[in-house]
């Protein structure tokens, strides 16, 4: 079976930055993050195209994530940068074997165990 493992989650505070790394246990196609915190539904944040020259975000990221893929490793990073409570979230990596470049939860075929992010104010 595929496996995705996040890692990078932890406690930032406000304004400030981390990286999170997605890492799939075999060749993936398209590779996206979603996060759900407490409460709410999880939602999209960014997806990467198989090949790393696509990319797309949702719009509360407002320029401050970036997504990255690193083929050779079947990898993603989620950078985030000045990060508010907000963002407080369990995030999820999720990847396809097809070049969805999807916003849908339901068009990824894997999913990893997720990576709490806490930010502080």
């Known amino acids: 079976q595929v496996q995705l493992v996040e890692s990078g989650g932890g406690l930032v505070e406000a304004g400030g930055s981390l990286g999170l790394s997605c890492t799939a246990s075999t060749r993936v196609n398209a590779m996206a993050w979603f996060r759900q915190a407490p409460g709410k539904e999880r939602e999209f944040v960014a997806v990467?195209?198989?090949?790393?020259?696509?990319?797309h975000y949702a719009d509360f990221v407002k320029g401050r994530f970036t997504i990255s893929r690193d083929s050779a490793k079947d990898a993603s990073t989620l950078r985030l940068n000045k990060v508010n409570p907000e963002d407080t979230a369990v995030y999820y990596c999720a990847a396809s074997d097809r070049p969805v470049l999807s916003s849908k939860s339901s068009e990824y075929n894997y999913w990893g165990q997720g990576t709490q992010v806490t930010v502080s104010s």
């Open positions: 990467i195209s198989g090949n790393g020259r696509v990319t």
